[in-house]
């Protein structure tokens, strides 16, 4: 296989809607339209049925475009869909992301579909490079190329952040964009690749292990082409990369052939790839939001030691549970110096431990107070659950935790767990880079993870 760089793929400096159409209710128009609300390089229409779309002009057929064209969105009908390519192959389209769909996925004609596509791919050389197709598309925070055809109203763009996202359902992958936009979680880069009928995960996942605008890499996989050069990407990884696997039962794995037409493999095997390359493998999608997180908007664990502090004491037993019985996290012991400043701005009624309960009218001022005195080099992480709802609780809480974050440099997790009010404050200090969670379990299961790869990171420094 030709092997391509990827830059004009995220970072065309033009790009041409193959099949943009002006029905408000397709998929074809939302393209477009979401493309031209902040891309600043040139967009062409093509569609033969219009003059112009919106007052933009619309071409008959992308040959008619006489400019250079780095990405060309393919979205027509399945039936002309090879036809289309063709000509884009023809006109010397660097890049087209097929979003069309009705290919291996549906059976037999899709299938001779497909097999149609890979032979034109052969015959071309590879000149013109593939995404899908049967995809959502690509998202590109820094060049402000999005592609997908999800609705502004219905689906919140993220904020631009570290995490680059390499996804074969285009479904979980507007999950996970919306969500994250919702918590103020910040995207780098965004890619949906289908049925991978040329580019695949391990083209994406190999470019972002060496993007400088990549902190962190997200993973959906169902089926996998090679496993060798999976190993030996994720072996080499010099950064954190987060898997979920889809297809791990048999029928799961005979709904992937359904979905992207691919074949899931041995689930157990694949686990033993993560284990031997320190690759964090999420058991499920909610873990692997979960895992991103705290990846993203962490450095690593100097030690397995947490120092939970809370204003309501139930949570603090929940803590306490959840890492004593954790294999790998271990509660921080308070010292002696520690204890005696702690009771000067405690109530004397205040029980010196930890988990550490700063007791129901804790402001944002006694954790500042509290945080301070518990700077020490022998705590890896901080757990900082916050019930939000009590009357001396505000959003001063947000400032407090930036500073003493940046300050020391450890993870701060937080816990909040409530309503509207509560999603509100969590959104805030997760766009301010604090990672939050709605349950203690969630956090303790992050934190593990953090560390587990704190600690096999550290080994592999150790190593070279």
Same mark, same amino acid.
């Given at each position: 296989?030709?092997? &391509?760089?990827?830059?004009?793929?995220?970072n065309?400096?033009?790009?041409?809607?193959?099949?943009?159409?002006?029905?408000?209710?397709?998929?074809?128009?939302?393209?477009?339209?979401?493309?031209?609300?902040?891309?600043?390089?040139?967009?062409?229409?093509?569609?033969?049925?219009?003059?112009?779309?919106?007052?933009?002009?619309?071409?008959?057929?992308?040959?008619?475009?006489?400019?250079?064209?780095d990405?060309?969105?393919?979205?027509?009908?399945?039936?002309?869909?090879?036809?289309?390519?063709?000509?884009?192959?023809?006109?010397?389209?660097?890049?087209?992301?097929?979003?069309?769909?009705?290919?291996?996925?549906?059976?037999?004609?899709?299938?001779?579909r497909?097999?149609?596509?890979?032979?034109?791919?052969?015959?071309?050389n590879?000149?013109?490079?593939?995404?899908?197709?049967?995809?959502?598309?690509?998202?590109?925070?820094?060049?402000?190329?999005?592609?997908?055809? /999800?609705?502004?109203?219905?689906?919140?763009?993220?904020?631009k952040?570290?995490?680059?996202?390499?996804?074969?359902?285009?479904?979980?992958?507007?999950?996970?964009?919306?969500?994250?936009?919702?918590?103020?979680?910040?995207?780098?880069?965004?890619?949906?690749y289908?049925?991978?009928?040329?580019?695949?995960?391990?083209?994406?996942?190999?470019y972002?292990?060496?993007?400088?605008?990549?902190?962190?890499?997200?993973?959906?996989?169902?089926?996998?082409?090679?496993?060798?050069?999976?190993?030996?990407?994720?072996?080499?990884?010099?950064?954190?990369?987060?898997?979920?696997?889809?297809?791990?039962?048999?029928?799961?794995?005979?709904?992937?052939?359904?979905?992207?037409?691919?074949i899931?493999?041995?689930?157990?095997?694949?686990?033993?790839?993560?284990?031997?390359?320190?690759?964090?493998?999420?058991?499920?999608?909610?873990?692997?939001?979960?895992?991103?997180?705290?990846?993203?908007?962490?450095?690593?664990?100097?030690?397995?030691?947490?120092?939970?502090?809370?204003?309501?004491?139930?949570?603090?037993?929940?803590?306490?549970?959840?890492?004593?019985?954790?294999e790998?996290l271990?509660?921080?012991?308070?010292?002696?110096?520690?204890?005696?400043?702690?009771?000067?701005?405690?109530?004397?009624?205040?029980?010196?431990?930890?988990?550490?309960?700063l007791?129901?009218?804790?402001?944002?001022?006694?954790y500042?107070?509290?945080?301070?005195?518990?700077?020490?080099?022998?705590?890896?992480?901080? /757990?900082?659950?916050?019930l939000?709802?009590?009357?001396?609780?505000?959003?001063?809480?947000?400032?407090?935790?930036?500073?003493?974050k940046?300050?020391?440099?450890?993870?701060?997790?937080?816990?909040l767990?409530?309503?509207?009010?509560?999603? &509100?404050?969590?959104?805030?200090?997760?766009?301010?880079?604090?990672?939050?969670y709605?349950?203690?379990?969630?956090?303790?299961?992050?934190?593990?993870?953090?560390?587990?790869?704190?600690?096999?990171?550290?080994?592999?420094?150790?190593?070279?």
């Amino acid at each position: 296989m030709v092997k &391509t760089n990827l830059d004009r793929l995220f970072n065309p400096k033009s790009i041409a809607v193959i099949g943009a159409s002006g029905d408000r209710n397709k998929a074809s128009y939302t393209v477009w339209k979401n493309l031209v609300e902040n891309y600043k390089g040139k967009i062409y229409l093509v569609n033969p049925k219009y003059e112009e779309i919106e007052g933009i002009k619309c071409y008959k057929s992308v040959r008619d475009i006489k400019k250079p064209i780095d990405l060309g969105v393919v979205i027509v009908n399945a039936k002309i869909s090879n036809t289309v390519i063709k000509e884009a192959m023809e006109s010397k389209v660097k890049f087209l992301v097929v979003i069309t769909a009705g290919y291996r996925e549906i059976g037999k004609e899709g299938i001779r579909r497909e097999m149609e596509l890979k032979n034109m791919l052969k015959e071309h050389n590879y000149k013109t490079r593939v995404v899908g197709p049967n995809c959502l598309g690509i998202l590109d925070n820094n060049s402000n190329v999005n592609v997908l055809f /999800l609705p502004k109203n219905k689906t919140t763009r993220p904020l631009k952040g570290n995490i680059s996202l390499i996804f074969q359902s285009g479904a979980l992958g507007a999950a996970i964009i919306d969500r994250f936009a919702s918590e103020g979680i910040g995207i780098s880069r965004f890619v949906s690749y289908g049925n991978a009928v040329d580019l695949n995960e391990l083209d994406f996942l190999e470019y972002f292990l060496k993007d400088n605008k990549t902190r962190v890499v997200g993973l959906y996989l169902e089926g996998i082409r090679d496993g060798r050069k999976l190993f030996d990407l994720l072996k080499k990884a010099q950064k954190p990369v987060i898997v979920v696997k889809g297809g791990k039962t048999q029928k799961g794995g005979k709904a992937t052939l359904t979905h992207t037409g691919s074949i899931a493999g041995n689930y157990e095997i694949f686990r033993g790839v993560c284990q031997q390359t320190n690759t964090i493998l999420a058991d499920n999608f909610r873990d692997f939001e979960n895992y991103l997180k705290i990846f993203d908007q962490n450095p690593l664990m100097k030690n397995n030691k947490v120092m939970v502090l809370t204003n309501g004491g139930g949570f603090g037993v929940l803590a306490a549970d959840g890492i004593e019985l954790s294999e790998l996290l271990d509660l921080y012991t308070i010292n002696k110096k520690e204890e005696r400043s702690l009771r000067n701005i405690l109530p004397d009624y205040g029980n010196i431990s930890n988990p550490l309960d700063l007791i129901g009218d804790a402001t944002p001022k006694r954790y500042e107070e509290a945080l301070k005195i518990l700077n020490n080099n022998g705590i890896g992480a901080y /757990l900082v659950i916050i019930l939000s709802q009590t009357f001396s609780m505000d959003e001063r809480i947000v400032e407090v935790l930036i500073k003493i974050k940046h300050v020391y440099r450890k993870p701060i997790i937080c816990v909040l767990d409530g309503g509207e009010y509560v999603f &509100t404050l969590r959104a805030l200090l997760e766009s301010r880079g604090i990672t939050c969670y709605s349950s203690v379990h969630e956090a303790i299961k992050s934190l593990e993870k953090l560390y587990w790869y704190s600690e096999r990171a550290s080994w592999d420094e150790s190593r070279n």
